[in-house]
């Protein structure tokens, strides 16, 4: 196999020009809200590649970043959600895809009524991402991890480039079990986002190892890809720059959501079984009481202090997913021990 970063370069670069160029599903399905959509370009909708919509809440006024930018959509969906006081940087390894990107910066910003461009592109990998130190609000990225080759550094970096506080969301291909070798070297399966997809236990690994102790899981979708008996799930997670534990620690919590953001005025969703009802008290484990309370969430809600610590806190969904061959839901980062 020839260098990883060359080969899905050049794939997305010069075989790839259109999202019909794709000949498997794990890449181009996508859940935006449609009326995000409406002012992009046409040339930057036809190279719309990605597995969800990254696409985290209340975003007006932030500096987002976007791993693996491509042709700009997600960076010129979130260019109209930050709004001209915020600030979003693209960033991706291929020149033919940022060639793109930029040439369509002055449309989106007329299509947009901004005075001046409130989005940059920047040339660079995802493992070096050129940024500074805690100086990003909300990393984005749409099925682009999976295709690095040294994902533990792309969690490291972004765990860097962070503000503390600061969230990253983001879609993506897990795996119910480690890809062999020869999968690997396939270039074509590497490129179309299915075998550099992580071991969903491993990935868990690499993430609590960088620093994100507790990532959350918020939407999950199965994909029809089956290979050698290996089932592939996109998955939509978020994790914060917090100092939280390893497991969800009861601390005698309750959180109540003001039904404050924009869009969610009746509930708010942090993951796939924290569902808050506005104005309704919910128990929560202090690892979610700080990713309420000590984010840019805390104006949205009213967290009560620590009481007394209670031991181990049941923070898994109500019902465990039962084995189905479709494996819709299936991919449990650790069985229930902590909130994913």
Same mark, same amino acid.
């Given at each position: 196999?020839?260098?990883?970063?060359?080969?899905?370069?050049?794939?997305?670069?010069?075989?790839v020009?259109?999202?019909?160029?794709?000949?498997?599903?794990a890449?181009?399905?996508?859940?935006?809200?449609?009326?995000?959509?409406?002012?992009?370009?046409?040339e930057?909708?036809?190279k719309?590649?990605?597995?969800g919509?990254?696409?985290?809440?209340?975003?007006?006024?932030?500096?987002?970043?976007?791993?693996?930018?491509?042709a700009?959509?997600?960076?010129?969906?979130a260019?109209?959600?930050v709004?001209p006081?915020?600030?979003?940087i693209?960033?991706?390894?291929?020149?033919?895809?940022?060639?793109?990107?930029?040439?369509?910066i002055?449309?989106?910003?007329?299509?947009?009524?901004?005075d001046?461009?409130?989005?940059?592109?920047?040339?660079?990998?995802?493992?070096?991402?050129?940024?500074?130190?805690?100086?990003?609000d909300?990393?984005?990225?749409?099925?682009v991890?999976?295709?690095?080759?040294n994902?533990? #550094?792309?969690?490291?970096?972004?765990w860097?480039i962070?503000?503390? @506080?600061?969230?990253f969301? %983001?879609?993506d291909?897990? !795996? +119910?079990?480690?890809?062999?070798?020869?999968l690997?070297?396939?270039?074509?399966?590497?490129?179309?986002c299915?075998?550099?997809?992580?071991?969903?236990?491993?990935?868990?690994?690499?993430?609590?190892?960088?620093?994100?102790?507790?990532?959350?899981?918020?939407?999950?979708?199965?994909?029809?890809?089956?290979?050698?008996?290996?089932?592939?799930?996109?998955?939509?997670?978020?994790?914060?720059?917090?100092?939280?534990?390893?497991?969800?620690?009861?601390y005698?919590?309750?959180?109540?959501?003001?039904?404050?953001?924009?869009?969610?005025e009746? #509930?708010?969703?942090?993951?796939?079984?924290?569902?808050?009802?506005? @104005?309704?008290?919910?128990r %929560?484990?202090?690892?979610? !009481? +700080?990713?309420l309370?000590?984010?840019?969430?805390a104006?949205?809600?009213?967290?009560?202090?620590?009481l007394?610590?209670?031991?181990?806190?049941?923070?898994?969904?109500?019902?465990?997913?039962?084995?189905?061959e479709?494996?819709?839901?299936?991919?449990?980062?650790?069985?229930?021990?902590?909130?994913?």
């Amino acid at each position: 196999m020839q260098d990883i970063k060359d080969a899905v370069s050049e794939f997305y670069g010069k075989t790839v020009q259109k999202t019909e160029d794709l000949g498997y599903s794990a890449c181009c399905t996508t859940d935006y809200d449609t009326t995000l959509l409406k002012k992009l370009t046409d040339e930057v909708l036809e190279k719309r590649y990605g597995c969800g919509s990254p696409v985290s809440e209340f975003m007006d006024g932030l500096t987002v970043l976007d791993l693996g930018c491509g042709a700009g959509a997600d960076c010129y969906i979130a260019s109209q959600l930050v709004g001209p006081n915020g600030h979003v940087i693209g960033v991706d390894m291929t020149d033919e895809q940022l060639e793109v990107a930029n040439r369509n910066i002055e449309p989106h910003m007329k299509n947009f009524g901004y005075d001046k461009p409130n989005i940059e592109f920047r040339k660079g990998f995802i493992e070096e991402i050129p940024a500074e130190d805690n100086s990003v609000d909300l990393i984005i990225s749409n099925c682009v991890i999976n295709l690095s080759d040294n994902k533990q #550094q792309v969690f490291n970096e972004m765990w860097r480039i962070l503000k503390p @506080g600061g969230e990253f969301f %983001v879609s993506d291909i897990v !795996a +119910d079990r480690r890809v062999p070798a020869h999968l690997q070297d396939d270039d074509l399966l590497w490129s179309e986002c299915l075998t550099g997809a992580p071991y969903v236990e491993d990935l868990r690994r690499m993430t609590r190892a960088s620093g994100f102790m507790d990532v959350r899981v918020v939407k999950s979708r199965a994909l029809p890809e089956v290979i050698e008996g290996i089932r592939f799930a996109s998955r939509n997670m978020r994790g914060f720059k917090l100092e939280l534990e390893d497991q969800c620690e009861d601390y005698g919590q309750v959180a109540i959501y003001k039904g404050t953001i924009e869009g969610h005025e009746k #509930q708010f969703m942090l993951d796939d079984h924290h569902l808050f009802i506005a @104005g309704t008290p919910m128990r %929560v484990c202090k690892n979610s !009481a +700080d990713m309420l309370s000590k984010t840019r969430f805390a104006k949205h809600f009213h967290v009560s202090e620590p009481l007394a610590h209670l031991g181990l806190f049941d923070c898994a969904p109500a019902e465990e997913p039962t084995p189905r061959e479709d494996m819709a839901d299936q991919f449990a980062f650790n069985g229930g021990s902590s909130c994913c």
